[in-house]
């Protein structure tokens, strides 16, 4: 159903893909917690309540602004490759592969990631900010219809590995949506977290059974790869855009995309081209496809090869991919299979302080692998790394993979503006891309910026595709005049999941906190 009008607060804002996530943050700052108190509450919740998108198994990358020090950073949650991931441990494939064992092959940063941001700026102790999450896991919440539809989307790769079936399809199938879904081992080990400290994730019990059943299974990661993670505080990619500053994560993610994509539209007069026209989804679908073709030569671990920012994300080199942009017609690129689960989230608080972030086990259900009596599963995000020697992106130990996932914040003189994100691999920058433009450009709210039809080209969920698909709420004459321009147009639905779960918040010139959540998601904006 479509959500016409942005939520408005005056002192808080939180958005999430899960309306009991979300509540969970509002609780967290109703008791006293900040931003960052509730950002961590609502990821952990998000790890739990969506546990098909996200879970402690998985990575994560935050934008974090905190009135007092008045300024943005970021924080890299990403894990890098085990000692034992080498190309000759993958011999005899073509490929890393794409479920199972063998892809787990980096480790988690979530956890790291939540004590990090907690321990710099958060109020409220690690344990109460996980207490949401713990309850939900130990007495179970009512499954959402989203994970009720992937669980039997695929049910078949979650029967294969016995301890992943025993939760996700108790008595042998997917559970309906609404029954209560209970997760008691990820309870235990959520309960171990709040009274230890990320210690016992990455160098306690938890690492120790973790690590000692991927050795049992023939997996590569060690409890010494645990052990020796760290997370990173990094500034800030920055650009702009109408006058207004963008924030995006530097590589490994691929947040450099989302001010390339700008930077080449600045070069057009967007308000009069008009929102929703053949020319308005040309310019931007081309304007990204040029950003991709860069992206996909140069993004992996920055600090294994040098990736030349300041020539990508300069206006000069913008102007140029926005002359080559020919009005009439599409341009060829191929596109590659790329995981999109994923959940993006923000908070703002009465002081001023905000959080935008973003979660992922890769694909949906990452690995497909619960790790022993954990409860917890094991991301894939490994199984992008190639087993070609000579790509950017070769696997290596030690290594950060190309990423995904991007939180993006827009800033004006300096403070919080635009909190914004996006589910969906390849999608998210293509989505925040058409937010801002609606925005921006456009003058609409939040909640009809998310809410307006969207579109995508090429891979989403793991499909190798050049389609440009498109809601069916898009008038079919537009659509037809991008298919006689060269787009590989497919029509989908009305308000279709392929299309990611964006959400986002705004702070306007009065000082008042506008929400919109996707009604595509489970989610909810909450704000007062």
Known sequence: MERNESVIGTEAMIVSPHALASAAGARI????????????????????????????????????????????RG????????????????????????????????????????????AAYGRLGFAEALEPAIRY??????????????????????????????????????????????QRRLARTL?????????????????AEIAGFLRSRGGLLTAEDFAGHRGDWVNPLTGTYRGVEIMQ???????????MALNILEAFDLRSVGHGTRDYYHLLVEALKLSFRDRNEVLTDPAFHD?????????????AL?????????????????????AFAAVVDKDGNAVSFIQSLYFEFGSGVVAGDTGILLQNRGSFFSLDPAHVNCLQPGKRTFHTLMPAMATRDGKPFLLYGTQGGEGQPQTQTAL?????????????????????????????TRELKLESRIDPAVAAALAENGHSVRTVGAFDAVMGHAHAIKIDEDGFRQGGADPRSDGAAIGW
């Open 29 to 72: 700052l109703e008791r006293g917690g900040n931003a960052f108190d509730a950002a961590v509450a609502v990821s952990a919740c998000l790890a739990v309540v969506y546990p098909h998108m996200t879970g402690l198994g998985g990575d994560s990358f935050w934008l974090t602004y905190e009135a007092g020090e008045n300024r943005v």
């Open 307 to 319: 990736i030349p920012l300041e020539r990508l994300l300069s206006k000069e080199y913008a102007s």
């Open 137 to 182: 896991a130990e007495d179970g919440f009512p499954l959402s219809q989203d994970q009720c539809a992937n669980t039997r989307a695929h049910a078949g790769m979650l029967a294969a590995e016995p301890g992943t079936a025993a939760i996700f399809l108790p008595g042998g199938g997917a559970p309906a949506a609404g029954a209560r879904f209970v």
């Open 75 to 118: 924080y890299n949650g990403s894990g890098r490759s085990g000692a034992a991931a080498t190309m000759a441990a993958f011999a005899d494939c073509s490929a890393i592969p794409t479920r199972g064992i063998r892809s787990a092959v980096t480790v988690p940063g979530m956890v790291d990631a939540w004590e990090a941001v907690n």
């Open 322 to 342: 926005a002359a080559s942009i020919r009005p009439e017609r599409a341009s060829e690129l191929e596109a590659e299979p790329m995981g999109s689960d994923t």
């Open 436 to 464: 801002v433009t609606r925005m921006l450009d456009y003058g609409m709210d939040p909640q009809r910026a998310v809410s307006e039809p969207r579109w995508v080209w090429g891979r989403t969920w793991g499909e190798p």
């Open 249 to 259: 994560m530097p590589p490994n993610s691929q947040g450099f995309v989302g001010l």
């Open 191 to 207: 309960r171990e977290l709040a009274a230890e400290g990320h210690g016992a994730f990455y160098g306690g019990r938890i690492a």
